[in-house]
């Protein structure tokens, strides 16, 4: 078959060609719309179920709504593990599935449970948004300084404009508000009037449930037109709910503003969000309360595109919606570490070709001969991302840097190598060039081959992979073992043909003193290995002890994922369970004015607590530190090689010499663990 295939291809070198070309430039296409991550999204199929009790302690969400739940909840299809956290007014239950099912399938499974589900005071369970851990793509604040919009206005901006305008945006699938002040109509009861007035708590809520609706009325017909009829009866001001009616005594009307205050104010705080900016000159800009948001990618969604597309719905916000004076100021977005890595794999790629085909040129001593091999490299990474955007597996930070060039050019190199010398050897009687390269490519066709296929082979043990492995490395194994077909298809049947039309009659082989001198060298050395075999069969065995001594000692070291510098750094401080709002925000602050005073330092954002919607399962007791840095160059020299070294060393210590306090640091992809 593998002759067979030679000599099509020869017999036929214009549809070769032609259908080489057609290749590069649908590889083309497609390398540019390929979707590129830093790095693959390992997180499980899961399903939240978030229950706010508010007011409730721990042990009672615990018992009368996280227990229920999870009864509810066992014996779901693909149900791996069920994990569960009970707060304080919080409870959280977390479904994991295995990797055969559908997220959505999933999730229709969840609602169908929910709905035999009873809990008290009407209480309604909902399930968290379907994004991934690593779907955090973007994280902005609100910046205003338009004095009519203070905190609580830019929070009801974030609620009822931004959310709105971001899940526009395909493929975002929600935003998480974090901050602010929740803006809420509150009646302070007097307890004294209530008694006087012969009332309890109940005969306060009813009338403002009763009296705060609209009611329809059908329609009239007035002539030629028909004209809705209906009753307005929701509050619009404070006035009308310090007006609706208790009830009447003696004929005098009790209102609400007879027992009770009425005011416009802020919600119950459940977490606080503040900003520092360190500037040019020095002077650190601290603003202790500000509105964060996140905006969320659904699972399995490009972020690229995502990204574009948030960027311009962020100018759109600023420019024409947004009232003046007030911005969107991003502080966090993927699409920085996405252009870096891909930056820095070009690069890395294109340096890789430059030096193949340098040495390629020294060894070979044949610049045409250099260059049909240097084309395996761009042939074999097309070829790659054809089928790795047919198959819709996105490319990554990992599967890209796994591509040696070495095992990629590897069979063409012998192919061509072995076409110069036979076309260098004039032996016998004279053959026709094309019949020349024929009989030198049927002479090593076989063991390029079988050694592509035993090194594709080594690959398959990483395709039974499952989980958070299978889901980290398949790519990889897809990108190598592809890349690897594609150049194994070069050599057999491009190369050739392209040696035909390049080489002429008239090629020599060039001996290269170099590749002699070592040649010598390693001749001379191999039977000096076999005369000593025993030696050297020690030694091997030496080397092999050694190496696993080393892999188990963890003299060298080992871990499961690369590091990833992303400019910044996530800092995480954890107190006392019992930590108060005032407590937990006055540590806060101070930390981050500390990680804010270093000059290496642009920007800290700090977040104590959770956000509203109950996504976050903690308290005031957890502090969060977003921490932007210089670029590394502008660091100062003791920092340089550690950028982590930059936080340990540094006064954070001296802030949490608290009892039960621990503090640590890691990257901002690495903040929030996969599920």
Not at 403 to 413: A, K, R, S
Not at 492 to 514: G, K, Q
């Amino acid at each position: 078959m593998i002759r067979g295939l030679v000599d099509f291809s020869l017999n036929n070198r214009l549809l070769v060609v032609a259908l080489a070309i057609l290749l590069f430039a649908w590889g083309i296409v497609s390398f540019k719309s390929l979707p590129i991550e830093a790095y693959p999204d390992i997180a499980n199929n899961y399903v939240q179920i978030i229950t706010q009790w508010p007011g409730r302690a721990a042990e009672e969400v615990e018992q009368q709504v996280t227990i229920p739940v999870e009864i509810v909840m066992n014996g779901l299809p693909h149900l791996q593990h069920l994990r569960s956290t009970s707060l304080f007014g919080l409870s959280s239950v977390m479904l994991i599935f295995d990797d055969e099912s559908a997220n959505d399938w999933n999730r229709q499974k969840v609602l169908e449970r929910l709905a035999q589900l009873t809990l008290p005071q009407n209480l309604q369970p909902q399930i968290g948004t379907d994004y991934s851990p690593v779907g955090q793509i973007y994280w902005y604040t609100l910046a205003s300084t338009n004095p009519a919009y203070d905190l609580m206005e830019l929070k009801s901006l974030q609620d009822w404009v931004l959310e709105k305008q971001f899940k526009s945006v395909p493929n975002v699938v929600d935003v998480v508000s974090f901050g602010g002040l929740t803006k809420e109509y509150q009646v302070a009861i007097d307890p004294n009037k209530l008694v006087s007035y012969g009332l309890n708590i109940a005969q306060i809520e009813q009338p403002l449930a009763n009296n705060n609706v609209n009611a329809g009325g059908s329609f009239i017909e007035a002539g030629l037109q028909q004209i809705n009829v209906r009753s307005v009866g929701l509050f619009e001001n404070v006035q009308d709910i310090g007006k609706t009616v208790v009830k009447t005594q003696n004929g005098t009307p009790i209102r609400i503003s007879d027992v009770a205050s009425v005011m416009q104010g802020p919600r119950i705080r459940l977490g606080r969000i503040g900003k520092a900016i360190h500037r040019k000159d020095g002077k650190i800009v601290d603003d202790d309360d500000v509105v964060e948001g996140i905006v969320l990618l659904r699972k399995g969604a490009e972020a690229d595109a995502t990204l574009r597309a948030i960027h311009e719905k962020v100018d759109e916000l600023n420019h024409h919606i947004l009232p003046k004076g007030v911005q969107v100021v991003p502080f966090l977005d993927r699409s920085n570490l996405v252009h870096y890595t891909t930056r820095t794999v070009l690069h890395n790629l294109t340096e890789g070709i430059i030096l193949v085909v340098i040495i390629l040129f020294l060894f070979l001593g044949n610049a045409r001969g250099a260059l049909i091999v240097a084309l395996t490299i761009p042939f074999a990474l097309l070829f790659a991302a054809i089928c790795l955007n047919l198959s819709h597996i996105p490319a990554n930070l990992l599967s890209l840097g796994a591509l040696d060039f070495g095992m990629v050019v590897d069979g063409t190199v012998v192919i061509v190598e072995n076409i110069v010398r036979h076309l260098g050897h004039q032996g016998g009687q004279p053959k026709p060039l094309i019949e020349r390269i024929r009989d030198a490519t049927h002479e090593v066709q076989r063991p390029v081959f079988y050694a592509r296929g035993i090194i594709i082979t080594a690959y398959l043990p990483i395709f039974t992979l499952q989980s958070v492995e299978g889901r980290l490395f398949k790519p990889m194994a897809w990108t190598v073992a592809l890349a690897l077909l594609g150049a194994l298809v070069f050599s057999l049947v491009a190369a050739p043909v392209l040696a035909s039309l390049i080489f002429t009659n008239n090629t020599r082989e060039w001996r290269n003193p170099a590749l002699a001198w070592m040649t010598a060298r390693y001749r001379a050395t191999v039977r000096w290995a076999i005369r000593a075999r025993w030696i050297t069969v020690g030694f091997a065995v030496l080397c092999l002890a050694a190496t696993v001594w080393l892999a188990s000692s963890g003299l060298i070291g080992s871990e499961f994922l690369p590091h990833l510098d992303e400019g910044a750094i996530w800092a995480r401080g954890t107190l006392a369970p019992s930590t108060g709002p005032a407590e937990g925000t006055r540590l806060m602050n101070q930390a981050r004015i500390v990680l804010a005073a270093f000059p290496e330092v642009t920007q800290v954002v700090s977040q104590v607590g959770r956000p509203d919607d109950g996504t976050d399962t903690t308290g005031f007791f957890n502090t969060e530190y977003f921490v932007d840095l210089k670029p590394k160059e502008q660091w100062r020299p003791v920092f340089r090689q550690d950028k982590v070294e930059l936080i340990f060393r540094s006064r954070l210590p001296t802030t949490w010499k608290k009892p039960s306090a621990a503090s640590k640091a890691s990257w901002p992809s690495r903040s929030t663990a996969p599920i």
